[in-house]
């Protein structure tokens, strides 16, 4: 069986928790009996959206209270697996990045490209790359349907999805295979995340150093919290089933467009049990803009919906009680999208009309509705555990409620829907389309505020108590309308076309017989700058030289687009790989994806301190906060061997050493030679802490230094 321990919840949590019961059961009552006769529709729908805010707020509370803490447990040796990668119609550049590291999984298995496409391009690169080949001759069922061909023609007793854009760590089979000591265990799922942090569902606060995704709240507190009720479903990749569950069930579930919770469904209701590894074993893409992002969404609506109608959630008797509470708060979900059009368009509606859709004065209003929405606030940010930035939220909430509001209507209607894979490669650099339902709030919450002023000057028709609080509201709704409008431009002007790795790697560049050493920065599959301290280290724009990885060395040639001076004697030089040998790009494509290294050695964090973590946080001593200007890199090497390189993080009271290495250092002391910027000297390192950061090809050290010999100066 598996053990199952609970991350302990501070005392406060429990009177939060009693707060936000007692004051929210006391506004809903006290709310029907404020309805406004003269507007009674508006009155209840208004109603409405609240006590659906108010239940999905006891739903969240219920799924997220726990959140189970999963020991490791090494696998069974020789256990039969295979490795689907369903695909359709995807590039072959993208799919290679995920079939290489998929191929390199440590733990033995077969490797099957799933190609909805047959496409003949994808059969040559299997085979090149040692991958069994599947192309089924009918498309039924889209990727349900391809994902059981894969079963029918493969034997593994062990099924792990990977979807094209998403590579593996190469332990993501020992990492997650020990969960099926348990019998009754049919999956297990681990979180997605993704590399592309440029993307649209990704924020970075430079002032904080975060980086926030809109999905991290659900597969870093969500999923674990349904995982404490044995509710935790699928997402369709970065999986592992058993294939006897699936076999009982019929399979992965057809007639639905979103096939993995659907399967997750039926694999609940035949008495299974799911388990969620809170560990991020792959790395995806995210979409870049707001097209992919919000027609992604609407397909998991749709095929929530079909869920609902098809497995009839909420009278089965196989799902236990809590199963039942989780998945219909993952599906009602969308029903959002109508609860936010409600708060949108209420106070242009009563700033236009006069028209309220509550009776009370105003002083009764904030003392009944003000406490129960700032616990309500303090309440669900605790919960979120650091993960729900409320102005994020409340931009992507806005974002998409249109988009959650229309992919309800698949529940009334039924329609007959196909499956359309997200294209996450092709950036689309207008998002006006899905973006007019955002601006339409933008300007009638805009227009509104002006036209109540005019209209109470001239004619009070409306409390003015109660005109300033419409007005704060639509404000609040204007400034969310802005910020995303803004944020949506900009992403549509700086989105890339490929994802760029941020840590720098060391590396030899070879020109005319002389060696010199430098440092590759800002890699991807296609380009990459190289930074040295001359710019004459190539001939007739052809550059050469060798990329230090862990455990393989890289040789490249590129062509040299333009070269800039960073500053006095140092020297980038912006080049694109020429690969005549496809094994290297495999090679370089293993390293550089599939891995947060750059998150975790530029200390970036994903989630912050929730608002009371703040306030208690004052009565602790602490040391000052130093702010970090800006690094220098610097090549390490030892008898001209390249081993990785050093960086000098200045702050504003000190300096601090870090290193990226290829290769354990073996010791707690270690010495080299530092050469960089006309500087040529030895030094010895003092490790004061690592970091083993697990890459799909090799294993990074991220190593924190203490220099014991030598000081670095500048040419």
């Known amino acids: 069986m598996t053990h199952i321990t609970f991350k302990k919840n501070p005392a406060y949590f429990y009177f939060l928790l009693i707060l936000f019961l007692l004051l929210g059961f006391n506004y809903i009552y006290w709310r029907l ?245 809170p560990g991020t074993l792959a790395y995806g893409i995210a979409g870049a803009s707001m097209e992919p992002f919000i027609t992604q969404r609407i397909r998991w609506g749709q095929g929530a919906m079909q869920v609902i109608r098809k497995e009839g959630i909420i009278f089965n008797n196989k799902l236990t009680f809590a199963q039942k509470i989780n998945y219909l708060a993952s599906t009602f979900t969308y029903f959002d999208g109508w609860q936010k059009m409600v708060f949108y368009i209420a106070p242009i509606i009563t700033l236009i009309s006069g028209v309220l859709p509550i009776q009370t004065t105003a002083l009764q209003f904030v003392i009944v509705f003000l406490p129960y929405i700032l616990i309500n606030y303090l309440l669900s940010t605790e919960l979120s555990r650091g993960y729900g930035d409320i102005s994020y939220v409340e931009q992507y909430n806005m974002a998409r409620f249109f988009a959650f509001g229309y992919a309800t209507l698949t529940l009334l209607f039924n329609p007959k829907l196909s499956f359309k894979v997200t294209n996450k490669e092709t950036i689309k650099y207008t998002s006006n389309y899905f973006l007019y339902p955002v601006i339409a709030v933008y300007l009638l919450s805009g227009a509104s505020i002006v036209v109540s002023i005019f209209h109470y000057y001239y004619e009070r028709f409306i409390p003015l108590d109660a005109l300033i609080m419409v007005i704060l509201w639509s404000t609040v709704n204007f400034y969310i309308a802005h910020q995303l409008i803004k944020f949506v431009r900009k992403r549509d002007i700086t989105a890339v076309n490929e994802h760029k790795v941020l840590l720098s790697h060391v590396a030899y560049v070879f020109n005319k017989g002389k060696k010199y050493l430098a440092v590759a920065q800002a890699i991807s599959s296609n380009s990459l700058i190289i930074k040295a301290i001359t710019p004459k280290i190539y001939n007739k724009n052809i550059l050469r030289g060798v990329i230090y990885f862990p455990k393989k060395n890289i040789p490249f040639k590129a062509k040299v687009k333009n070269i800039s001076r960073v500053r006095e004697g140092l020297f980038a030089i912006h080049c694109n790989f020429i690969w005549k040998n496809q094994n290297l790009k495999n090679d370089l494509n293993r390293y550089i994806y599939g891995s947060n290294h750059h998150i975790i050695f530029n200390h970036t964090k994903e989630f912050e301190l929730t608002p009371l973590q703040k306030f208690f946080t004052l009565f602790k001593k602490r040391k000052p906060k130093e702010i970090v200007h800006h690094n220098r890199w610097f090549p390490f090497s030892k008898n001209k061997k390249a081993l990785g390189v050093i960086i000098q993080r200045k702050s504003n009271k000190t300096s601090t050493h870090y290193a990226v290495l290829n290769e354990d250092p073996g010791k707690q002391i270690f010495d080299g030679q530092i050469s960089y910027n006309h500087l040529n000297m030895k030094s010895k390192f003092k490790i004061k802490h690592i970091i083993v950061d697990n890459n799909s090809a090799g294993d990074y050290y991220l190593v924190e230094l203490q220099r014991m010999r030598g000081e670095i100066s500048y040419a």
């Open 33 to 277: 009996d404020t309805l406004n006769p003269d507007s009674i529709i508006y009155s209840y729908i208004f109603l409405f959206a609240e006590i659906y805010g108010f239940l999905t707020a006891l739903a969240y509370i219920f799924m997220v209270w726990r959140l189970p803490i999963r020991e490791h447990i090494l696998p069974k040796k020789n256990l039969s697996v295979d490795v689907f990668i369903p695909i359709f119609n995807e590039s072959v550049d993208l799919v290679q990045k995920t079939l290489g590291a998929a191929i390199d999984i440590d733990y033995p298995h077969k490797t099957y490209l799933l190609d909805d496409g047959a496409n003949p391009q994808m059969k040559r690169l299997a085979r090149k790359m040692g991958a069994i080949y599947l192309a089924r001759p009918t498309n039924e069922d889209a990727k349900a349907g391809n994902l059981n061909y894969g079963l029918a023609h493969s034997e593994g007793d062990y099924v792990a999805i990977f979807d094209s854009d998403h590579i593996p760590n190469k332990k993501f089979l020992t990492e997650t295979l020990g969960y099926f000591k348990d019998p009754k265990v049919a999956f297990v799922q681990t979180p997605q995340d993704f590399y592309n942090t440029s993307s649209f569902q990704h924020r970075y606060d430079f002032i904080k150093n975060l980086i926030w995704s809109e999905q991290s709240l659900f597969f870093k507190i969500i999923q674990r919290g349904k995982d404490s009720w044995n509710a935790a479903f699928l997402c369709g990749s970065c999986a592992v089933l058993k294939r006897s569950a699936l076999k009982k069930i019929g399979g992965f579930a057809t007639g639905t467009i979103t096939e993995d919770i659907h399967t997750s469904v039926r694999l609940h209701k035949a008495g299974f049990k799911s388990v969620y590894h």
